[in-house]
């Protein structure tokens, strides 16, 4: 006995889901891996949504593999949590990250950048000549 209940992972399925992982992030300028009841998801979906910025959300909790997703995650990131966001590839964190970085009033420069933002700054522009 002593094999875990939980998980029927091999190395090969391991690798698989860190592959699709890798791809889903390179796939999008923003990706948040989410669960769909999680509140801390909602808050980072509905600040990129006020920003005007698109993103793609895995929610894991519908996903069949979202658990094998969370463990490459997990794997790649050292962060199991959700929300995990990703922009341009990098890995950013948590809601708390996403939240400190908007404070910060880096959030919006890395999304332009990352062309997640459409038209960047023209909502808040003052230059009229
Ligand atoms: N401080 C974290 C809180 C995230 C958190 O606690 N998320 C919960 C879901 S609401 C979680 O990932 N629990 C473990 C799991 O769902 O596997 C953040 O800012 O993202």
Redesign the pocket.
């Known amino acids: 006995m002593g094999i875990a209940s939980s998980s029927s992972s091999t190395p090969e399925s391991r690798a698989m889901a860190l592959a699709k992982v890798k791809e889903i992030v390179a796939s999008a300028p923003v990706v948040v891996f989410s669960?769909s009841y999680?509140?801390?998801c909602v808050r980072v979906k509905q600040l990129f949504e006020k920003l005007g910025a698109t993103f793609k959300a895995i929610e894991m909790d519908v996903e069949s593999d979202g658990a094998a997703l969370?463990d490459a995650l997990k794997e790649w990131t050292g962060q199991?949590?959700?929300?995990n966001v990703f922009i341009n590839g990098k890995h950013i964190g948590?809601?708390?990250?996403t939240m400190a970085l908007n404070n910060e009033k880096k959030l919006v420069p890395l999304l332009t950048e990352a062309g997640a933002i459409a038209g960047s700054t023209s909502k808040e522009s003052t230059i009229t000549a």
């Open positions: 669960k999680c509140p801390f969370q199991r949590t959700v929300p948590g809601c708390d990250d």
